[in-house]
């Protein structure tokens, strides 16, 4: 099928031209390239690795991971392969270096005054926390050895030329009372970072969510370049109102064995910081992030608002090759291309999403044009589906009695 996806880009690009993304992009500090004077001298033996990363999985020399890196391992969800009917999930993991070889202090200043902060603003050590995962030099070409439960062993990698791995792994079927089994890295010590994983184990059918998560779930303002700094590098993370409340409710109707995906266009940068608000606010479920702005701030800003309604499709396809029985639910937001990209996705695969719910989002800093908000550009986003299947809101708790009368009909 034809992916029809003018509208929204043009939306996005008028959005970036009215609200300055360009110059607030060239403001910002950018370590990814090699020609950067701030970019990492790479020792011989590094530089073998470097080359060797091209190979990515099939890679002769892997890394080990050493007492100075950082390594995420990121939660995941096992299915059933359609094929064997056993179980198998995506095991995603990064690594970086502890200690960025640009100066630190640099780039929090560069930060700082792209939104006007003082030097001696109080945000400074935020930033400087905040800042870290986008200036860590990248570990390619790194192999990650973990343990599932206590007894099962991987080899997780080697990482590409971004520092990710991703691995399809078969599984042992499930033997703990719980629906969460955890996976530990194994590393020397000294290194850090996210060293434990959960996987949330999906039978093929019932229930499932689809969310987005800027400007959804977490106030953003994807649509604002300081706002998008602002929210990321200074700002306590707030939950967009009304939402926790309503994954809460949605999550008793669905049960606990209904697997949640929250797919966003945030780098994957942003792991450690969304993991930990999504522990806080919302069910647990697999984060699933765009993975090209590695070592680039203006990143952050490009990655939010070019190209999400593609990306979003195409992880939805993913998503779908893993579960393609369950009864979908998909929640997002007026602000990007959640619409148009879940209207593709209903029309591609029909009778997988059972209802869409989209937030209309009113501040002009999270919009940036009314024109995302206007009724038409619903209505040609859901072309061909039936009114009861999608439902655009302002307040949350509109969407409740929707939800009831879904979940209660079991809309097979």
């Not at 639910?329 to 591609?348: F, N, V």
Request: with cysteine; glycine share 6%.
């Amino acid at each position: 099928m034809a992916r029809h996806y003018r509208y929204p880009n043009e939306m996005q690009i008028r959005t970036r031209k009215e609200r300055g993304f360009s110059k607030a992009e060239s403001d910002l500090p950018d370590y990814s390239h090699s020609a950067s004077p701030m970019s990492p001298k790479l020792s011989t033996t590094s530089k073998l690795n470097d080359v060797l990363s091209y190979l990515g999985s099939r890679n002769p020399l892997p890394r080990p991971v050493s007492a100075s890196d950082t390594v995420w391992l990121l939660d995941n969800t096992a299915y059933r392969n359609a094929k064997t009917g056993k179980w198998e999930a995506e095991f995603v993991s990064a690594v970086f270096a502890q200690h960025p070889s640009c100066t630190v202090i640099d780039a929090v200043a560069s930060v700082a005054r792209s939104m006007g902060l003082e030097d001696s603003d109080p945000a400074y050590p935020t930033i400087q926390e905040r800042i870290m995962p986008f200036i860590q030099d990248i570990r390619p070409g790194t192999q990650v050895k973990a343990t599932q439960a206590g007894s099962k062993q991987f080899l997780l990698g080697p990482g590409g030329r971004n520092g990710i791995s991703s691995d399809i792994k078969k599984l042992a079927d499930s033997q703990s009372s719980t629906l969460l089994v955890p996976t530990f890295a194994e590393v020397p010590k000294g290194a850090n970072g996210v060293l434990e994983m959960r996987t949330f184990y999906a039978e093929p059918e019932g229930w499932g969510v689809i969310s987005d998560i800027d400007d959804t779930i977490k106030v953003t303002m994807t649509s604002d370049p300081i706002g998008i700094l602002r929210s990321t590098f200074v700002d306590i993370p707030e939950p967009c109102p009304g939402m926790p409340e309503l994954y809460t409710y949605l999550h008793s109707l669905i049960q606990e064995t209904s697997p949640f995906f929250y797919l966003s266009a945030s780098p994957y940068n942003l792991y450690p910081f969304l993991r930990d608000f999504r522990q806080r606010h919302y069910p647990h479920g697999t984060i699933i992030l765009r993975d090209s702005s590695w070592m680039s701030i203006p990143g952050l800003l490009s990655q939010l608002t070019l190209g999400t309604g593609d990306y979003k499709v195409d992880r939805m396809e993913k998503i779908h090759s893993w579960v393609p029985k369950r009864k979908m639910i998909c929640i997002g937001d007026s602000t990007q291309a959640d619409p148009e990209s879940y209207g593709e996705i209903y029309r591609k695969f029909p009778g997988w999403i059972k209802l869409i719910l989209i937030r209309k989002v009113t501040d002009i800093a999270a919009i940036g044009i009314e024109s995302k908000n206007e009724p038409e550009r619903f209505e040609k986003a859901f072309k061909d589906i039936p009114k009861q299947d999608w439902h655009v809101f302002e307040d949350a708790s509109e969407c409740r009695q929707i939800l009831q009368n879904l979940v209660s009909s079991g809309h097979a």
